[in-house]
């Protein structure tokens, strides 16, 4: 029995972080139409605190957009939760540090005051009727005990899903595999898995993320992103072929893959 999985698509969001990369809002609307038509559970449409859309540019989307339902990413910051609301998208996808390094290093702040903010960020969203998902940044270097606490809390806040983030791309497929499998025993969330491509495994620790249970797996075309770049939509599909089902006819990819070139001119 062929597993179902469903497809983030971030191609929007995390892929416009490719360096020589820049998409005009009507870019974006047209990829979006491609994405949903190719049957993609969800797209991140940007980020609205940066303002380098209109929030009209998020309307439009949902306007447009039949299937894919659409999220946008806001930083763990109350003024950042309430930006994104602005822009009424279906789900509001929350970052989150767990790791010490980005915790006390990054931030200069502690444990009790990441889960004290974010359970504020999540009750503002939740109370605002849209749906919440919140993202594990750094999850491959996180302290395990407190990554566990704060998704035991944050389902209790009514959160039903969590994105396990390889932000730093260092997983391996037996790591990434574990951490999926450790949650899982702990919470009854879904998982989604985020993939950096750093040491060339992005691919390898989704497949082994969606083998040891996580539901969602994040993509983008071509596997454009941040530094190296992200898990590739097309060659997940096709390495996953006979294992899992994720909705998406792998075939039309290559159609939605040759807009994107022709809208970037470094691909």
């Given at each position: 029995?062929?597993?179902?999985?469903?497809?983030?698509?971030?191609?929007?969001?995390?892929?416009?972080?490719?360096?020589?990369?820049?998409?005009?809002?009507?870019?974006?609307?047209?990829?979006?139409?491609?994405?949903?038509?190719?049957?993609?559970?969800?797209?991140?449409?940007?980020?609205?605190?940066?303002?380098?859309?209109?929030?009209?540019?998020?309307?439009?989307?949902?306007?447009?957009?039949?299937?894919?339902?659409?999220?946008?990413?806001?930083?763990?910051n109350p003024v950042d939760v309430k930006q994104a609301m602005l822009c009424?998208?279906?789900?509001?996808?929350?970052?989150?540090?767990?790791?010490?390094?980005?915790?006390?290093?990054?931030?200069?702040?502690?444990?009790?005051?990441?889960?004290?903010?974010?359970?504020?960020?999540?009750?503002?969203?939740?109370?605002?009727?849209?749906?919440?998902?919140?993202?594990?940044?750094?999850?491959?270097?996180?302290?395990?005990?407190?990554?566990?606490?704060?998704?035991?809390?944050?389902?209790?806040?009514?959160?039903?899903?969590?994105?396990?983030?390889?932000?730093?791309?260092?997983?391996?497929?037996?790591?990434?595999?574990?951490?999926?499998?450790?949650?899982?025993?702990?919470?009854?969330?879904?998982?989604?898995?985020?993939?950096?491509?750093?040491?060339?495994?992005?691919?390898?620790?989704?497949?082994?993320?969606?083998?040891?249970g996580a539901q969602y797996i994040d993509c983008t075309l071509l596997g454009?992103?941040?530094?190296?770049?992200?898990?590739?939509?097309?060659?997940?599909?096709?390495?996953?072929?006979?294992?899992?089902?994720?909705?998406?006819?792998?075939?039309?990819?290559?159609?939605?893959?040759?807009?994107?070139?022709?809208?970037?001119?470094?691909?």
């Amino acid at each position: 029995m062929i597993e179902k999985k469903r497809i983030v698509d971030t191609t929007l969001r995390d892929g416009e972080q490719s360096a020589g990369i820049a998409l005009t809002e009507r870019d974006k609307i047209e990829l979006a139409i491609m994405l949903d038509e190719l049957g993609v559970y969800e797209i991140e449409a940007g980020i609205p605190i940066m303002q380098t859309e209109s929030k009209d540019y998020i309307t439009e989307i949902k306007k447009v957009c039949k299937f894919s339902k659409i999220s946008v990413w806001s930083r763990m910051n109350p003024v950042d939760v309430k930006q994104a609301m602005l822009c009424k998208p279906d789900i509001i996808h929350i970052g989150a540090p767990v790791s010490y390094v980005q915790i006390y290093g990054k931030l200069n702040k502690n444990k009790t005051w990441v889960q004290k903010v974010l359970a504020e960020c999540i009750d503002i969203a939740i109370a605002g009727g849209i749906e919440v998902t919140v993202g594990f940044e750094d999850a491959s270097r996180s302290d395990e005990g407190f990554m566990i606490n704060t998704a035991i809390m944050i389902e209790r806040l009514g959160v039903k899903t969590v994105r396990v983030a390889d932000t730093v791309g260092v997983l391996t497929p037996h790591r990434a595999a574990e951490l999926v499998k450790k949650l899982h025993a702990q919470v009854d969330l879904n998982i989604e898995f985020h993939a950096h491509n750093d040491l060339g495994m992005a691919i390898a620790n989704s497949i082994a993320s969606a083998k040891a249970g996580a539901q969602y797996i994040d993509c983008t075309l071509l596997g454009i992103g941040e530094r190296s770049g992200n898990c590739d939509l097309s060659k997940f599909l096709y390495a996953t072929e006979r294992l899992f089902d994720c909705g998406i006819d792998k075939r039309k990819v290559e159609a939605v893959e040759n807009a994107l070139k022709k809208k970037c001119i470094n691909i």
